[in-house]
């Protein structure tokens, strides 16, 4: 636990249909901490390796509290005790459920139905555990480009590391990108029939997960905290 170059806090899908398409389509299984093979879907217009290149590393999930390093003088199992003790106090959310949808140049489930408590959830998750959080280098600081950012998003990179939380959070379980406008279409389309028996409707989120990179570059799962508040 103690040797990962980064950690993350992130919900991913309990074991089901989810759960299973999403590591299968992205090709990398990070519960299980293992490659697998791609499903076979028709109408794609690019090869399924091609179009998850992006995303594969991190595994099916949508992020909380963005990947991070380590600050001085903390542990891994620091970390890990102060996950458990935040889901404790932390109530479960449902919502309507989850729906394709297209956010940037990415393809992605995002949620149906009113977010308030999700979105405090995650505010919650970010600013709960941040004291494990080094401090951005200049470098790390640069390739998130902040000229391109609003005031409110560099604000949160500076203090929080990520220009995309608080009110700049969007829960998200990315699918594919980046795309072009045709690509995304047609991945849309592809990927619709295959996702519609198989997306939770209400959708809950009951766990937060710990995860954590390895050497390898690839994020894995660590352990999956239940939502007990």
Request: glycine letters at 10%; a positive charge; one cysteine or more.
């Amino acid at each position: 636990m103690d040797n990962c170059e980064r950690y993350a806090i992130y919900y991913a899908p309990p074991p089901g249909p989810l759960s299973d398409f999403g590591a299968a389509w992205l090709g990398w299984d990070a519960q299980a901490g293992r490659t697998v093979a791609h499903p076979d879907v028709p109408g794609l217009p690019a090869p399924v390796a091609e179009l998850t290149q992006r995303p594969r590393k991190y595994g099916f999930h949508a992020t909380l509290k963005p990947p991070f390093r380590l600050a001085p003088g903390r542990r891994g199992a620091d970390l890990a005790e102060d996950v458990g003790l935040l889901a404790a106090r932390l109530a479960p959310v449902r919502l309507q459920g989850l729906q394709l949808d297209r956010i940037g140049r990415f393809l992605a489930l995002t949620p149906r139905g009113g977010v308030g408590p999700l979105a405090a959830l995650a505010g919650a998750v970010v600013t709960g555990l941040d004291a494990h959080r080094a401090p951005l280098t200049a470098d790390e600081r640069a390739r998130r480009r902040p000229d391109r950012l609003s005031p409110r998003q560099r604000a949160n990179l500076d203090r929080w590391g990520y220009p995309f939380v608080l009110e700049e959070f969007r829960f998200h379980l990315t699918l594919a990108g980046p795309l072009d406008d045709a690509q995304a279409r047609a991945t849309r389309a592809a990927l619709a029939p295959v996702l519609a028996p198989i997306l939770p409707a209400p959708f809950d989120i009951a766990h937060i997960c710990l995860f954590g990179e390895g050497a390898d570059g690839r994020f894995r799962l660590i352990h999956r905290y239940a939502l007990s508040g």
